[in-house]
């Protein structure tokens, strides 16, 4: 039943971003997606959702934080559809009359990730509509189906279910919880170039064949960081980043599609002399170091290094250098 104390207030969902540790390209499956194997952990980077049930004829979004940001065919909207549709189902109500069973709602989306960046920001704020939906509602939807629905809203949405480190395969559905590294969680420089990406674009070029020579060491690197990411520290998975970065498949394809990011990966490595990772289709580069301090002594050196004009502008507007690190404490949600 609905809680009518809980409808007053607003749902508040943090929506983390993703990097991919590693991401190994299987092949190409009959729906047209290729599987994967990729060992993903939310960030501190993050956006904020508020989500309250309101009046008026239909949803509504109001974005702050990047004028960039399409407010229209936005994944959150998308997200609070299909979950209405979802509690109609479940309440027995016929779809006509779904905002009877799930009333409109008014959303609000403090946004801090890059679009477009590989970092699944639109992803992870469709997680956070689709639960933060059934909570507004006071909609209990059973872990399955919520896991079927946010396959059904994109790839990258199921793992951000899991609210924790994840070995992701299939498409993107299959997610297996990780234990997060042990200690103090490592840092992450993220470097992001004011170019959107289109993933579709690049995994088009990699179908097309623009794949690493060296076949089979990022599975190999993925099975093996899947295995023990549990047992590694901060310093230990510093010590194995020169692995971890060159173990995302799509690195060719991304390169071939924006060739200016060729030297623009080349600055940063040469700037900061760490191994540079990308994640997920890109354009954003990621470096590990052990400790925040780290990451924001490199973030000051590689600002430094953009001013100077050491660093190929690929865009108008300067790269987004931000330290974060991996999310504290990961809250799973359930088992
Ligand atoms: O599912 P999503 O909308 O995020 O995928 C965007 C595009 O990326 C797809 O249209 C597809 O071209 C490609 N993709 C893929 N295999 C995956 C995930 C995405 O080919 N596992």
């Given at each position: 039943m609905?809680?009518?104390?809980?409808?007053?207030?607003p749902?508040?969902?943090?929506?983390?971003?993703?990097?991919?540790?590693?991401?190994?390209?299987?092949?190409?499956?009959?729906?047209?997606?290729h599987?994967?194997?990729?060992?993903?952990?939310?960030?501190?980077?993050?956006?904020?959702?508020?989500?309250a049930?309101a009046?008026?004829?239909?949803?509504?979004?109001?974005?702050?934080?990047?004028?960039?940001?399409?407010?229209?065919?936005?994944?959150?909207?998308?997200?609070?559809?299909?979950?209405?549709?979802?509690?109609?189902?479940?309440?027995?109500v016929?779809?006509?009359r779904?905002?009877?069973a799930?009333?409109?709602?008014?959303?609000?989306?403090?946004?801090?990730?890059?679009?477009?960046?590989?970092?699944?920001?639109?992803?992870?704020?469709?997680?956070?509509?689709?639960d933060?939906?059934?909570?507004?509602?006071g909609?209990?939807?059973a872990?399955?189906?919520?896991?079927?629905?946010?396959?059904q809203?994109?790839s990258?949405?199921?793992?951000?279910?899991?609210?924790?480190?994840?070995?992701?395969?299939?498409?993107?559905?299959?997610?297996?919880?990780?234990?997060?590294?042990?200690?103090?969680?490592?840092?992450?420089?993220?470097?992001?170039?004011?170019?959107?990406?289109?993933?579709?674009?690049?995994?088009?070029?990699?179908?097309a064949?623009?794949?690493?020579?060296?076949?089979?060491?990022?599975?190999?690197?993925?099975?093996?960081?899947?295995?023990?990411?549990?047992?590694?520290?901060?310093?230990?998975?510093?010590?194995?980043?020169g692995?971890?970065?060159?173990?995302n498949?799509?690195?060719?394809?991304?390169?071939?599609?924006?060739?200016?990011?060729?030297?623009?990966?080349?600055?940063?490595?040469?700037?900061?002399?760490?191994?540079?990772?990308?994640?997920?289709?890109?354009?954003?580069?990621?470096?590990?170091?052990?400790?925040?301090?780290d990451?924001?002594g490199?973030?000051?050196?590689?600002?430094?290094?953009?001013?100077?004009?050491?660093?190929?502008?690929?865009?108008?507007?300067?790269?987004?250098?931000?330290?974060?690190?991996?999310?504290?404490?990961?809250?799973?949600?359930?088992p």
């Amino acid at each position: 039943m609905t809680d009518p104390v809980r409808r007053l207030t607003p749902v508040v969902r943090i929506a983390p971003a993703k990097l991919n540790l590693t991401l190994a390209m299987g092949g190409r499956r009959p729906d047209g997606f290729h599987a994967l194997h990729s060992v993903m952990v939310p960030l501190a980077l993050a956006d904020r959702l508020s989500l309250a049930v309101a009046g008026g004829p239909r949803d509504s979004l109001h974005v702050d934080g990047n004028p960039d940001l399409p407010v229209e065919g936005n994944f959150v909207l998308g997200a609070i559809e299909l979950a209405r549709a979802a509690v109609a189902v479940v309440r027995r109500v016929p779809v006509e009359r779904a905002t009877d069973a799930a009333p409109i709602l008014a959303a609000r989306l403090e946004k801090r990730i890059p679009v477009a960046a590989g970092l699944a920001g639109g992803s992870s704020d469709a997680a956070a509509a689709l639960d933060g939906a059934f909570e507004a509602w006071g909609a209990e939807v059973a872990a399955g189906a919520r896991r079927l629905l946010a396959a059904q809203l994109g790839s990258d949405v199921p793992f951000f279910l899991a609210r924790g480190p994840a070995l992701v395969e299939g498409r993107g559905e299959r997610v297996t919880p990780l234990p997060p590294p042990r200690g103090n969680q490592p840092a992450v420089l993220l470097v992001t170039p004011a170019r959107p990406v289109s993933t579709a674009d690049v995994f088009a070029a990699f179908a097309a064949g623009v794949r690493p020579a060296s076949g089979g060491a990022s599975r190999a690197a993925s099975e093996h960081l899947a295995s023990e990411l549990g047992r590694l520290s901060a310093q230990d998975l510093v010590a194995r980043a020169g692995v971890l970065a060159s173990a995302n498949d799509l690195i060719p394809a991304t390169l071939a599609v924006y060739p200016a990011l060729v030297g623009f990966r080349r600055a940063v490595m040469r700037t900061l002399g760490r191994p540079v990772g990308q994640s997920g289709s890109g354009p954003t580069c990621w470096v590990i170091y052990p400790s925040i301090d780290d990451a924001e002594g490199a973030a000051a050196d590689l600002r430094r290094a953009v001013d100077e004009g050491r660093v190929p502008p690929v865009a108008a507007r300067a790269p987004f250098i931000h330290a974060t690190r991996l999310a504290e404490e990961p809250e799973r949600s359930e088992p």
